[in-house]
Structures are given as C-alpha cells and as structure tokens.
C-alpha cells in the first residue's frame, strides 16, 4: 500500500498562485500513476490533472489547462501540482490520489480506478 499526503494549500487573491504536493510512503512512488482531483461544497468531484508514472506523460481537465502543472519527483517520492492564476472558482478541498500501473505510460482521468487517497488540501481563492 501507499500513504498519501498533501500538503500546500491556503488562501490566496485572485490571479495568485500555490503549490500543492502530494508526500507518498508506503511503497516505491515510481510504481503509481497519480492524479490530483477536487471537490466544491455541493459540487461532485472533479478531474484536475494526472501524470504518468515516469512524468513523461500529463492530462488535464478542460478547466485548468494552461494554468496548472502536474509533475512528479520519484527520487522523492512526491507529486506536485502548480497552480497559476487562480479564479474564486477553483476553491476546492485538493486530493491526491495514486494508482499502480505496470504500463509506465498510463494516466487516469477517472477517479475509480484510484485506489489510494490523501486526506485532502483546502484552497481558497479571494475574489
């Protein structure tokens, strides 16, 4: 198995910027496709961004393309999200999550198949 926590989140002004990571222990971090997700208050979870397991392959969801960034660091087995130019919409609570994969290229989109969690970030962007 492998633990996930993120860490990074606060509050921030519109047009700011954060940095949330995603600390995996458990089981080599090099072995997992990861994602990061979101969810509003009264809002379903939404798809963010994923990185496959080397980092050489990324997707992301229509809403923070071009303003997010995953990346991975297996040496330190952490993940990372950078987050640029943030609206009051991407107020959310953040989750990390992290699959095993033998495909080194595979990515998820879908939160299903995720079989490990963090306990979530709170990100609150100030109009």
């Known amino acids: 198995q492998v633990q996930l926590v993120e860490s990074g989140g606060g509050l921030v002004q519109t047009g700011g910027s954060l940095r949330l990571s995603c600390a995996a222990s458990g089981r080599p971090f090099s072995n997992y496709l990861m994602g990061w997700f979101r969810q509003a208050p009264g809002k379903e979870r939404e798809f963010v961004a994923t990185i496959s397991r080397s980092g050489g392959r990324t997707d992301y969801g229509d809403s923070v393309k071009g303003r997010f960034t995953i990346s991975r660091d297996n040496a330190k087995n952490t993940g990372y999200l950078q987050m640029n130019n943030l609206r009051p919409e991407d107020t959310a609570v953040y989750y990390c999550?992290?699959?095993?994969?033998?495909?080194?290229?595979?990515?998820?989109?879908?939160?299903?198949?995720?079989?490990?969690w963090g306990q979530g970030t709170q990100v609150t962007v100030a109009s």
């Open positions: 999550a992290a699959d095993w994969t033998s495909t080194i290229w595979a990515t998820g989109r879908d939160a299903g198949p995720y079989n490990y």
